[in-house]
Each structure stands twice: as structure tokens, then as C-alpha cells.
């Protein structure tokens, strides 16, 4: 088990994985525009974007949790409680352009309590946000009822739903766009990405290394957190409809879309261009079902499923390959 | 040193419940009513069955997050074969729902040790695939209680010798599960498995074949659960038992089943499925929002959690002052 046999292999494996995301992508883009009827139309390239924009969003930050070997499932609870405060404040007559720092300040805060129990108090990750996941959406629940918040100034509910000059682009996806690229360059080109990679790769040989692994988790849950935050102000304008379900489940298709990207459920490995390729070719698989009339729920066998497989497929493929590998050596 | 830990969460639990009771009935004397009694009783006996599947594979160092999927096909499937065929006996409802969740907790723990994918993703995945295949096929259905046999309806509500039919089987569970866990052999090795995988495995047990056969227990129960389901409330749509996962996670981790797995006994469950349940009857009776629940099951899960937490540091600074004075 010498590390100069495996690295070679994984990085190789991590480029192909990426390239055949990129290329099945592009196949499910070609086949889907000639056989679904409407799907090659601009209109349903805007509500594709358009739908892909939170998960791609709340992606982000999820890529980085993931590599550093931890998890958020929380992210669509948050979405959930910061759109029922949203909708909340907006109903007793704060101002939209308060609330919504307020709301993003709100995700952050959440995030942070992730953070200081899976940093402060070492528990493990998974247990923590499996706890929020149900604590967030209670209370977003205790917050807003089964009521719903509907009337949001149009100016904005327009400016997030409207498009660049009336074309196919969403007005969203410039900023998202600059966002990817901060949060790509941080991973892939400074020492904080580094040193992200380091504590997935193995958490006490970055700590042995001079990385506080507490410090960087708990700021990597707070910026999850108030990037969900963000999602949920921007969801909430988007259907301009504040309600304690918003973002329900939205945790699989993030988590799912993330590990489609080559990122490892292990930490340690993953590229932020991988994870943005796996959130276009789930959000067009969905997009191009629900244009068939597959529902919503039905929609989510995909989901799991493509969630299951890009976990066990380069499992196989690592294994059958140090299998030949062996029986070439012997 | 052990023991006394694993006592003090069972009798934190019993006092936690003693103090709700007595509190919630001197506020309103219906919540000690039979009615209100029966009622806690048959919600735990649906919970205390998921938990005890849950403990098992939490034991083992795994999770199960598709147990209410689990609960809704196989409610789903028991429903329909009931209004399709008036005559069965409710021992083949109770076999046939106990299949269907064999079977899907058979393709988790396939997943799980073959693809070696953590139990996490596996069943996070099939939460919604199972979910998505009963939308498939029930769409927009329900199946209302007038159109499943009377048999079948008394099932859930009827009594034997005083207890109800659903309780009966409950504790049938919990019995059978907390013997095996505790005192043969098969139990034991879960709980070394939970501890240290690699040890267990060099000690010869056979991880794989366990691990499986841990969510196939899960699947099962769930599956058993799905039908108790069915009995009791009569109507079944798509949705049964959607969320449930929380409350059957928050269940086995308050009864003081560890997370990291190797601790915690279905007893601790079922207290922590019933503890849960007089929560959720006492919010009822006392007025309060219902919507709290949910913040409380996760409030709970947290509490519990960082308790464990604490305690096992505690016993971990113990024994290294004990050793430093030998």
C-alpha cells in the first residue's frame, strides 16, 4: 500500500469521472432537446437555470463541508426557517431591505450552532444536522404555521424571477456565476482550499501540519449556513411565497448533486467544476421528466438514485482496478 | 463504571416522563383519561417497533434513514392487497408487510456492504427512491378505512386480555430483540462490530453477513411497523409515515443508543419511542402549539447526543486518572 501507486490512480479516476459528468451532460442535454417536446425552448432554459440556481447555490459551500469529511443535511431546513422569518418580519411591517441582511445573518447564526457542535463538542456531523435538519424546520413551522407570506414588493420578486434584457439568462445567474468562481478559486488555488483538502485527506496529519481543522470547520458551517440563508431569501422571492415548507428535501438533490460530482463521501477529493457539472445534469434530468409528466415525488427515484450510484460507481471502479492491478503485479 | 452509566440514562428518561405526566395531568386530568392512555399506547408500539430496528443498525456503527419510506410502502402495499382481497387473515397483512421490508432493507444492506457505501448516503438515497416508487404507484390515491375488512380494523383496535393488539406485538419485539441483543451470540457481535469494525473483524466475525443482516431486521420491522400503521389509522396515502425518520432516530438516540454504535440496548429505545409519544399526546392536552414537536424531536436529538458526549468523556478522564495512579 505505498501512497505513490494509489495517487496516480485517483487523480486519473477524479479527471475521468469529471470528464464523463461533463459528457453525459451534454448527451442528456442533446438527446433530451430532440425527443422531449418543448425542452429546447429559451422559455424552459430560464426555468432550468432558474430551478437549478438553489441547488447550485447551496452546493457551494456543501462541496467544501463534504471534502473536509463532514455533512450538512441541515442546508434545507435553514432555507426553510429563514424564508419563514423572512416572511414573518415582512408581515409586521419590517422593510425588505432590512430583512434580507437579517435573514442571510440568521442562516450564518444557524450554521454556526452546526459548527460549535460538531467542533466544539466533536460530535459527529452526521447525528448534529440530522438534529437541525428537524429543529430548523420545526421551528420555521413554529415560526410561520401553515400559513403562507404572499405579497413581497414586486420589484424584487420580478428582478429574481425576470432575465438579462428579457433573454434566456436569468438575472440570478451572473452572480452566482461570480460567486462559483470565489468559492472555485478558494478551494482550488489558496491555502485555504488547501489546507480543506488537508483535513479531509486525514484530520491529524493537517492538524500535525499547523491547521486549526476546528477553526476552518466551524467557518466553513457558518458560510453553509448563511448561504442557505441566502437560498431561502432568494426562493422565497422567487415563488414570492413565504411558508414553512419552502426547500423541503432540497438536502438530497444538493448532497446528491455534489457526490455526482466526483466530490468523495470520504473526504479529500473533489474538484468545484465536477460539482457544478452534477448539479446541471441533475437539474436537466428533472427538468426533461417533469417535462413528461413524471411528478415531483415520482422525480425523486432519479434523485435517490443517482445519489446511491455516484457513490458506488467509483467504488466499483477503484476496486476492480487495484484488482487488475494485483494480478498484473503477480 | 459501565452499568452506571447506562442506568442513569434509563432513569433520566423514566423521570423525564414521570415529571411530563404528572405535570401534563395536573394541568388537565383528560391526559391520564383511557381514551388518552390507549392513545399513547398504540403511537408507542408503532415508534417502539421502528426504534428497536433502528438500535440494531445503530448498534452496528450504521443508520437507516429509509425506515418511514419503508413504513409507507409497506402500509401502501398491505392496504391495497386488503381492499383487493377481503378475506385475508391479518396474519398474511402482517407476513406480507413484514416482506415488503425485509425485502428493501435487504437491497439497503446489499448497498451498503458490497458497494461499499456509507449506510448514510444508501439510505438517504432510498428514503425517496422507495417515497418516489409509492407516488409512482399510488399517485393521488387514498385507501379509506371503509373499504379494508373489518378484521383488519379490529386488528388495530381490539384487545387482548386488556392489552391492545398492537402493544402486544410491540412488546414482543422489544422482548425477542432485547434477549437476542444482550444474550446470544449474534447480539454480541453487533455491539463488537458498533465498537471497532477492524477488531471485529479480525476476530472472525463475519461483518459483512451482519451488517446485512442488521438492515434486513430494520427493513423488516419497518415493514411490520407499516402495517400496525395501516391497522390503526385505517386511511393510507402516499405520504404515510413521510418524516418519520426523525422521530425514529430521535427515538433510539434519547433511549441512549450511541451514534458512533457499539452501546445502547431496544429497551432505551422503546422508552425513548415513549417518551416522544407522551411529548407529542401532552402538547395536545396542554394547548401548545403542535408544531413544536418537531423542534422538540430535534432539540431532543441534540440534547441527547452532546449528553452522551459529555458522559463518555467523563468516563474516559476517569479511567485515565485511575490508571495514572497505578
Same mark, same amino acid.
Given at each position: ?118 467542533? $466544539? ?132 438533490? $444538493? ?76 | ?326
Amino acid at each position: 500500500m505505498s501512497d505513490k501507486g494509489i495517487r496516480p490512480a485517483w487523480l486519473s479516476r477524479l479527471a475521468s469521472w469529471d470528464a464523463a459528468v461533463i459528457v453525459i451532460t451534454v448527451l442528456v442535454l442533446v438527446i433530451a432537446s430532440g425527443t422531449v417536446e418543448n425542452f429546447g425552448t429559451s422559455r424552459n432554459f430560464t426555468f432550468l437555470l432558474l430551478d437549478l440556481l438553489p441547488i447550485a447555490l447551496v452546493a457551494l459551500p456543501m462541496t467544501f463541508v463534504i471534502v473536509t469529511g463532514e455533512i450538512d443535511l441541515s442546508v434545507a431546513s435553514t432555507l426553510g426557517l429563514t424564508s419563514a422569518v423572512m416572511g414573518d418580519l415582512w408581515d409586521k411591517g419590517m422593510t425588505i431591505e432590512s430583512i434580507m441582511p437579517l435573514c442571510v445573518v440568521l442562516g450564518a447564526v444557524l450554521g454556526a450552532l452546526n459548527g460549535f457542535f460538531v467542533t $466544539v463538542l466533536k460530535l459527529p456531523s452526521l447525528a448534529v444536522t440530522i438534529g437541525t435538519l428537524a429543529l430548523y424546520r420545526g421551528l420555521a413551522f413554529v415560526v410561520l404555521g401553515d400559513n403562507a407570506v404572499a405579497d413581497f414588493p414586486r420589484d424584487y420578486t420580478t428582478w429574481v424571477t425576470g432575465t438579462i434584457g428579457g433573454g434566456p439568462i436569468p438575472n440570478l445567474l451572473i452572480p452566482l456565476m461570480i460567486l462559483a468562481v470565489i468559492f472555485g478559486v478558494v478551494l482550488h488555488a489558496t491555502p485555504i482550499g488547501r489546507a480543506v483538502f488537508a483535513a479531509g485527506a486525514s484530520d491529524q496529519a493537517a492538524r500535525f501540519a499547523g491547521i486549526r481543522v476546528g477553526r476552518l470547520k466551524f467557518w466553513l458551517y457558518v458560510v453553509s449556513g448563511a448561504v442557505a440563508g441566502l437560498a431561502g431569501v432568494l426562493w422565497t422571492l422567487r415563488y414570492s411565497s413565504a411558508r414553512a415548507d419552502n426547500g423541503f428535501g432540497l438536502e438530497l438533490a $444538493v448532497v446528491a448533486a455534489v457526490l455526482l460530482g466526483g466530490v468523495s463521501i470520504f473526504g479529500g477529493k473533489g474538484t468545484l467544476p465536477g460539482v457544478l457539472a452534477g448539479v446541471v445534469l441533475l437539474g436537466t434530468l428533472q427538468n426533461a421528466l417533469r417535462l413528461q409528466d413524471v411528478s415531483n415525488e415520482a422525480l425523486n427515484i432519479v434523485t435517490g438514485v443517482l445519489l446511491i450510484i455516484s457513490v458506488l460507481l467509483p467504488n466499483i471502479v477503484t476496486r476492480t482496478r487495484a484488482r487488475f492491478r494485483r494480478r498484473a503485479t503477480v | 463504571m459501565f452499568g452506571t452509566v447506562f442506568k442513569a440514562r434509563e432513569s433520566g428518561i423514566v423521570l423525564a416522563l414521570v415529571v411530563l405526566i404528572v405535570f401534563t395531568a395536573t394541568q388537565n386530568s383528560r391526559f391520564l383519561s383511557g381514551q388518552s392512555i390507549r392513545d399513547i399506547l398504540l403511537g408507542t408500539a408503532i415508534l417502539a417497533v421502528l426504534a428497536v430496528g433502528q438500535a440494531v443498525v445503530m448498534i452496528t456503527r450504521n443508520i437507516d434513514l429509509s425506515v418511514g419510506s419503508v413504513l409507507g410502502l409497506s402500509a401502501f402495499t398491505v392496504g391495497s392487497l386488503l381492499r383487493d382481497n377481503q378475506g385475508l387473515p391479518v396474519i398474511v397483512a402482517l407476513l406480507a408487510g413484514l416482506g415488503v421490508g425485509a425485502v428493501c432493507g435487504l437491497l439497503n444492506g446489499v448497498l451498503v456492504r458490497f458497494g461499499q457505501v456509507p449506510a448514510l448516503v444508501v439510505t438517504l438515497g432510498t428514503l425517496y427512491a422507495y417515497r418516489g416508487v409509492i407516488y409512482f404507484w399510488a399517485g393521488g390515491q387514498q385507501i379509506n378505512a371503509d373499504k379494508l375488512p373489518g378484521s383488519f380494523l379490529s386488528f388495530g383496535h381490539d384487545s387482548i386480555a386488556g392489552v391492545p393488539w398492537l402493544v402486544l406485538i410491540a412488546v414482543i419485539v422489544l422482548v425477542v430483540a432485547g434477549i437476542v441483543l444482550r444474550n446470544y451470540r449474534a447480539g454480541r457481535e453487533l455491539y463488537a462490530m458498533g465498537s471497532s469494525p477492524q477488531a471485529a473483524e479480525l476476530a472472525g466475525i463475519k461483518v459483512g453477513r451482519n451488517t446485512i443482516a442488521a438492515f434486513l431486521v430494520s427493513g423488516g420491522l419497518a415493514g411490520l411497523a407499516g402495517v400496525l400503521f395501516a391497522a390503526r389509522f385505517g386511511t393510507i396515502d402516499a405520504a404515510a409515515g413521510n418524516g418519520y425518520e426523525l422521530n425514529v432516530v430521535a427515538a433510539a438516540v434519547v433511549g441512549g443508543v450511541a451514534v458512533f454504535g457499539g452501546s445502547g440496548t431496544v429497551w432505551g429505545a422503546g422508552l425513548g419511542a415513549l417518551l416522544l409519544t407522551v411529548i407529542g399526546s401532552a402538547l395536545a392536552v396542554l394547548d401548545i402549539n403542535q408544531f413544536w414537536q418537531q423542534a422538540i424531536v430535534g432539540a431532543l436529538i441534540l440534547l441527547a447526543i452532546g449528553a452522551d458526549r459529555l458522559v463518555a468523556v467523563r468516563v474516559q478522564r476517569a479511567l485515565k486518572k485511575r490508571d495514572s495512579h497505578v
